[in-house]
Every structure is written in C-alpha cells, then in structure tokens.
C-alpha cells in the first residue's frame, strides 16, 4: 500500500518515556518565532527531506531542539557533508509539525471546533453527554479542555506526532503530542470519526514496549469509558481480542469475554 496514503512512523529503539513528567496545559498561543531565524527563510543551511517534500531549516535549530540532529551533526556523516538529509516512513505533515514545534515550542492542527466554556463539564460520560443540560453539575468539575480547539481527527495526528518526536528524541514534544491525545480523547471519545483503533495501533507498534506515555493514556480511556468495548464485535473489542497484552491491561468489573478473530 502507498506509504504516503497511509503514512507510517519509524520503530524507534528505546528512550526515555514522558509519563512522569507533569503534563502542562497545552498552550493556546505560541512563543515569539526567533527574531532572525524561521523555519525556509533566506538564511537556511540544512534541508529535511519527508514523503516528497523539502524542508529547508537552520542547523543550530535542529540540533538544539532534537539529539538525533546534535549526534547527526556531532559525527559529521554524509548526511552534514550533504546538507540535507531524509527522515524515511514519516507522513509529511507530521515532520512539518515537529519542525514547526522546534522553531515555536508549539504546532497547530488544521481544523477543529473551539470547546465552549461552560460551568461544568459534562464530556466524561455517555449519561452526561446524552442526558439533562443539568447534569453535569452534579459532578462539579469545569471542562479542562474549555477554549482549546479540537477535531476528532486530531487523535491519529498526535499520535504520529508523538511517535515521531520518540525517533528524534524530543521529549518535551512527546509531552506536548501526549497532551493533545489527552485532550481529543476528553472531548471526543465517543465519536465516530475518531480512528481510534488506528491511533491504538500507531501507539503500541510504532513505539518501544517500555514508553507507556500513549499507552497508559490509551488504556486509562477503554477503562474510563468501557462502552467503547462492550460490543464484541466493535473495532476496539476486536482489535483488543488481536493484542491480549493491552487487554490484559484493560480491567473494568463485568468486563466481556473475547475471542480472537
């Protein structure tokens, strides 16, 4: 299948995972860009190449922001000597993401519904998002999302994001992408437009067994909201019944039996 219809992410090897470290609220506006320097200006001295695309950059800002590029420029190998070099099996998107989260400290998805503020929250069950405008108040809690925006369809693009930052060893982008997942799952967990079990597979192929940053988020949602899997034949449950090591891991009371399939 075309790799740049369904884009794939680098198997990194192990790194250090970002679950300890404290989430920060996802930023709502970036930092000032550095004042001489942005990402395909005039003064650029090193090209990324991605899925057919050029991106030309600044050395002293790869380097800086990923340890992958500081070794890459440390050994000077040939892809210095060349001034460019080609990060393979990653969508363009998401290298045009991280790129511009080395030149801001933050990224923008496209798209998305700004999350009204409202006194409180009611997102965090079926009950609540399907019964009495009221019914939220019981639990009394503010919507931790509120203001922020967000689109079903960002889900797959944190997680590749993320995916990719754990290849270039950028945790702090990896805290950042983890964040969003957090976010989308808040907000849109049960809608049908989520590809959540294409985010699931992304999370637990496509980095090492020991990064439990997406994992653990993933896993805490299927235990939060165990209606995602209650139909045996549901995309979650089958993929579930396909990866007994995350289903081991999902332990709700009553939860169903599963079969492979």
Same mark, same amino acid.
């Given at each position: $299948?075309?790799?740049?219809?369904?884009?794939?992410?680098?198997?990194?090897?192990?790194?250090?995972?970002?679950?300890?470290?404290?989430?920060?609220? *996802?930023?709502?506006?970036? @930092?000032?860009?550095?004042?001489?320097?942005?990402?395909?200006?005039?003064?650029?001295?090193?090209?990324?190449?991605?899925? =057919?695309?050029?991106?030309?950059?600044?050395?002293?800002?790869?380097?800086?922001?990923?340890?992958?590029?500081?070794? $890459?420029?440390?050994?000077?190998?040939? !892809?210095?000597?060349?001034?460019?070099?080609?990060?393979?099996?990653?969508?363009?998107?998401? $290298? @045009?993401? *991280?790129?511009?989260?080395?030149?801001?400290?933050?990224?923008?998805?496209? =798209? %998305?519904?700004?999350?009204?503020? *409202?006194?409180?929250? %009611?997102?965090?069950?079926?009950?609540?998002?399907?019964?009495?405008? @009221?019914?939220?108040?019981?639990?009394?809690?503010?919507?931790?999302?509120?203001? @922020? *925006?967000?689109?079903?369809?960002?889900?797959?693009?944190?997680?590749?994001?993320?995916?990719?930052?754990?290849?270039?060893? $950028?945790?702090? &982008?990896? +805290?950042?992408?983890?964040? %969003?997942?957090?976010? +989308?799952?808040?907000?849109? #967990?049960?809608?049908?437009?989520?590809?959540? +079990?294409?985010?699931?597979?992304?999370?637990?192929?496509?980095?090492?067994?020991?990064?439990? =940053?997406?994992?653990?988020?993933?896993?805490?949602?299927?235990? !939060?909201?165990?209606?995602?899997?209650?139909?045996?034949?549901?995309?979650?449950?089958? #993929? &579930?019944?396909?990866?007994?090591? +995350?289903?081991?891991?999902?332990? #709700?009371?009553?939860?169903?039996?599963?079969? %492979?399939?």
């Amino acid at each position: $299948m075309d790799s740049k219809t369904n884009p794939t992410t680098p198997h990194p090897a192990a790194s250090l995972s970002p679950e300890e470290i404290p989430l920060p609220p *996802t930023p709502t506006k970036a @930092k000032a860009k550095d004042k001489n320097l942005a990402l395909g200006d005039d003064q650029t001295d090193f090209t990324v190449l991605c899925d =057919g695309q050029r991106y030309p950059t600044h050395r002293s800002i790869l380097q800086k922001a990923s340890p992958y590029f500081a070794r $890459m420029f440390h050994f000077n190998g040939q !892809e210095t000597n060349k001034k460019e070099v080609e990060i393979p099996e990653v969508d363009a998107t998401s $290298m @045009k993401n *991280t790129l511009d989260y080395m030149y801001t400290s933050t990224y923008k998805l496209h =798209g %998305g519904s700004i999350v009204p503020s *409202t006194e409180y929250c %009611g997102h965090s069950t079926f009950a609540l998002l399907h019964g009495p405008t @009221k019914g939220p108040q019981i639990f009394k809690r503010k919507c931790p999302c509120a203001g @922020k *925006t967000l689109d079903p369809g960002h889900l797959l693009q944190h997680v590749r994001i993320y995916t990719l930052a754990d290849y270039l060893d $950028m945790d702090k &982008l990896k +805290v950042f992408a983890r964040q %969003g997942v957090v976010d +989308v799952l808040h907000v849109y #967990w049960l809608c049908e437009t989520l590809e959540l +079990v294409d985010a699931l597979e992304e999370a637990f192929t496509a980095t090492p067994d020991d990064d439990k =940053g997406l994992r653990d988020v993933f896993v805490g949602a299927l235990k !939060e909201h165990p209606g995602l899997v209650v139909d045996e034949e549901g995309e979650v449950a089958v #993929w &579930l019944s396909k990866h007994p090591e +995350v289903e081991d891991r999902v332990h #709700w009371d009553e939860r169903p039996a599963h079969k %492979g399939k």
